[in-house]
T-cell receptor, first 114, second 117 residues
Framework: AQSVSQHNHHVILSEAASLELGCNYS??????LFWYVQYPGQHLQLLLK????DPLVKGIKGFEAEFIKSKFSFNLRKPSVQWSDTAEYFC????????????WGAGTKLIIKP | GAGVSQSPRYKVAKRGQDVALRCDPI?????LFWYQQALGQGPEFLTY????????KSGLPSDRFFAERPEGSVSTLKIQRTQQEDSAVYLC???????????????FGPGTRLTVL
């Protein structure tokens, strides 16, 4: 069965620190990859996605992620975090031959200390 | 706004009660998804509709769970004889996808937090 693992459930950083959140998936075929973010009290919203092409994708608010196929990874990065980045971050994977289903990681709660 | 809406936002039920959760997708969105999100976990797929057709219900945890979308827009997730393990946030998402071969971004509603006592 497909699965997605996010390595850290909680991350605490100071403002201006660099961020990397890990995401690994288990599926040998073609995948679409996503990072969603949920700010406190708000809906899940798409941060960035990878379908094909350049494995380094840029999303909103200065976030980027790199797809490394050989490592089955799609880690999220931001060079300098802000207090407003405090949120929960979810990695999700869609196996192309399963069409529409998203398989989700358990999420990482990020707290930025001002 | 034109986003996905869900109601109620919070629901407390006594064990054994039936509940109905409503989702209003974005107008014109063909695909609609229901997810269950337990505390501390990511969402888990429950079921998928394309217009009024329920194409996949493989994620429904038991026959107490039933979903419908009779006119291809609003959807209702019904849980009969609720149990404590049904306590979770139920998320609805919609997408513009017109067919399963094309992946479109899913837009999420705020969720309904169900607590079963």
């Amino acid at each position: 069965a497909q699965s997605v693992s996010q390595h850290n459930h909680h991350v605490i950083l100071s403002e201006a620190a660099s961020l990397e959140l890990g995401c690994n998936y288990s599926y040998g075929g073609t995948v679409n990859l996503f990072w969603y973010v949920q700010y406190p009290g708000q809906h899940l919203q798409l941060l960035l996605k990878y379908f094909s092409g350049d494995p380094l994708v840029k999303g909103i608010k200065g976030f980027e992620a790199e797809f490394i196929k050989s490592k089955f990874s799609f880690n999220l990065r931001k060079p300098s975090v802000q207090w407003s980045d405090t949120a929960e971050y979810f990695c999700a994977v869609n196996a192309v031959d399963s069409n529409y289903q998203l398989i989700w990681g358990a999420g990482t709660k990020l707290i930025i200390k001002p | 706004g034109a986003g996905v809406s869900q109601s109620p936002r919070y629901k407390v039920a006594k064990r054994g009660q039936d509940v109905a959760l409503r989702c209003d997708p974005i107008s014109g969105h063909v695909s609609l998804f229901w997810y269950q999100q337990a505390l501390g976990q990511g969402p888990e797929f429950l079921t998928y509709f394309q217009n009024e057709a329920q194409l996949d219900k493989s994620g429904l945890p038991s026959d107490r769970f039933f979903a419908e979308r009779p006119e291809g827009s609003v959807s209702t997730l019904k849980i009969q004889r609720t149990q404590q393990e049904d306590s979770a946030v139920y998320l609805c998402a919609s997408s513009l996808a017109e067919g399963p071969a094309t992946y479109n971004e899913q837009f999420f509603g705020p969720g309904t937090r169900l607590t079963v006592l």
